[in-house]
């Protein structure tokens, strides 16, 4: 047989299908060719960066979440799932060993091809074997399967830690957005005040004789106006609170009742240029080329269908006829050999196969490098979205110092009889404005400061252990 070998593989190659060579594959994105700066200096997040913030309620909530959520769980649960099938993938390249062992009672046909004395007679079919089956994998097919499955694990593995960097990501938003809302009740509370002292004012001067009935209804009005934006902050601030207990994978009445908090200063910098190490520094990055990775892999297996398959197999035990016979010496059976199958028609089953492995791994190319341009988007966004807005605060802060002070001083004016009701009222829509607008340009702050980080990763780094909160 060692002679006629070589002739036969030969025969067998070229008996396979044809293969479509296809059409050229999609190129992943060049960081370098992006704009993309290899040693750019940024400082990356911290694995637990949202503690720099030194906010013990903002720490408790992302503890309970990331303790507590179903996302998480379902993501861990892919994790499993994927080293599942790498195990399988794994375990398809070695040996496979079998011990069967069959029994069958049967009647015997006296009309058939068996003679008296089996023919006509009841007895029982014995078998008992060890099967070994391995298959060399000369095309690399289970190779090609096995590291396809690694890559889809590790993908998973990224996945889970971007749904973690999402989860801390939304509950500080939200948390932020509280405190807004919070802050905006406060400065609500200060002008219903202010508002309701100039109704005072309006209505004594009316007893006076010294206002009119419309001062006294545009006073009211006014007081109504605030009261209405007050109730609105305040259930804002409810609705935020109900969402963080969702987060936090709880219901609303089992989330710690959370006070307003003055913000400390945030961390200072941003990124000057978009750093090559970006796309080793984000899961989502991460996760997107292991699955083009994968989907590479998976087109070399399909590639391995057009080539023979040739499976070695052996085995060795009992045969006989009757309990009694099974384990005697000449019961022995045994035998070995090779399986070889040629695919030679298919009916263009195998090119289809094979175009839908190079579809899914152009597409999974295309995904990463969508995802690589989100990455690069989501940084720039919120670098130039933080140094707007430090400038957008500054001039924000001196509009609402001067629009506070010109409401004092015309209620002042106002109370002194040097001026009239309308100058009040424009000067408490300013100041209400002005005050609502600066609360809302410090919860951006931060905000801002949250997506920053999450942009950079959130504190990722490949290869850590995905179950690490």
């Excluded at 971007?162 to 200060?190: K, M, N, T």
């Excluded at 090119?351 to 995802?371: P, V």
């Excluded at 690069?376 to 802060?397: K, P, T």
């Excluded at 009239?420 to 829509?429: C, E, G, N, T, W």
């Amino acid at each position: 047989m060692k002679p006629l070998l070589p002739l036969v593989l030969v025969l067998a190659l070229s008996a396979c299908a044809p293969m479509d060579p296809g059409k050229p594959a999609v190129q992943p994105l060049d960081g370098a060719g992006l704009g993309l700066r290899d040693g750019a200096a940024v400082q990356w997040p911290t694995a637990q960066w949202w503690r720099r913030y030194r906010d013990p309620q903002l720490d408790g909530l992302i503890e309970r979440a990331l303790a507590g959520n179903p996302g998480l769980d379902i993501a861990a649960a892919r994790v499993r799932m994927a080293n599942a099938a790498v195990r399988s993938a794994r375990a398809l390249q070695w040996l496979q060993v079998d011990a069967r062992y069959r029994m069958t009672r049967q009647h015997y046909s006296e009309n058939y091809i068996y003679p008296p004395p089996l023919g006509g007679s009841m007895d029982t079919d014995n078998s008992l074997t060890l099967q070994v089956d391995f298959d060399p994998d000369l095309w690399g097919r289970q190779r090609a399967l096995a590291a396809a499955a690694r890559s889809s694990a590790l993908a998973a593995q990224a996945e889970q830690q971007q749904s973690r960097a999402l989860l801390i990501s939304a509950v500080a938003q939200s948390y932020f957005q509280l405190q807004d809302a919070l802050a905006q009740s406060a400065a609500l509370e200060a002008i219903v005040g202010k508002q309701q002292e100039a109704l005072d004012i309006t209505r004594d001067r009316y007893t006076h004789g010294l206002s009119t009935q419309v001062d006294v209804d545009q006073a009211d009005s006014a007081v109504s106006a605030a009261r209405v934006q007050l109730a609105q902050a305040r259930n804002n601030a409810e609705l935020l609170r109900h969402q963080l207990a969702a987060l936090a994978g709880t219901g609303p009445d089992r989330l710690p009742a959370l006070a307003s908090r003055e913000g400390t200063a945030l961390p200072e910098g941003v990124p000057e240029s978009m750093p090559l190490s970006l796309l080793g520094r984000r899961a989502d990055v991460v996760a997107a080329r292991l699955q083009a990775e994968a989907a590479g892999a998976e087109v070399s297996a399909a590639k391995a269908e057009f080539f023979p398959d040739i499976n070695l197999s052996a085995f060795a035990g009992f045969m006989s006829l009757g309990m009694d016979q099974l384990l005697r010496g000449g019961s022995r059976s045994y035998g070995v050999g090779p399986a070889i199958t040629l695919p030679i028609f298919h009916a263009g089953a195998l090119n289809a196969q094979l175009e839908g492995r190079r579809a899914n791994r152009d597409q999974a190319i295309a995904h990463y490098n969508q995802t690589v341009l989100d990455a690069m988007r989501e940084v720039a966004d919120a670098s130039a979205s933080i140094r707007s807005l430090r400038e957008q605060i500054r001039h924000q802060e001196a509009s609402l110092a001067a629009s506070t002070s010109a409401y004092d001083i015309a209620l002042k004016r106002y109370r002194a009889g040097l001026g009239d009701f309308v100058q009040v009222l424009l000067a408490q829509s300013d100041a209400l404005t002005q005050s609502v607008r600066a609360t809302d340009l410090r919860a951006r702050a931060y905000i801002l400061d949250v997506q920053l980080a999450t942009a950079l990763g959130g504190g990722y780094e490949a290869g850590q252990d995905a179950s690490a909160h």
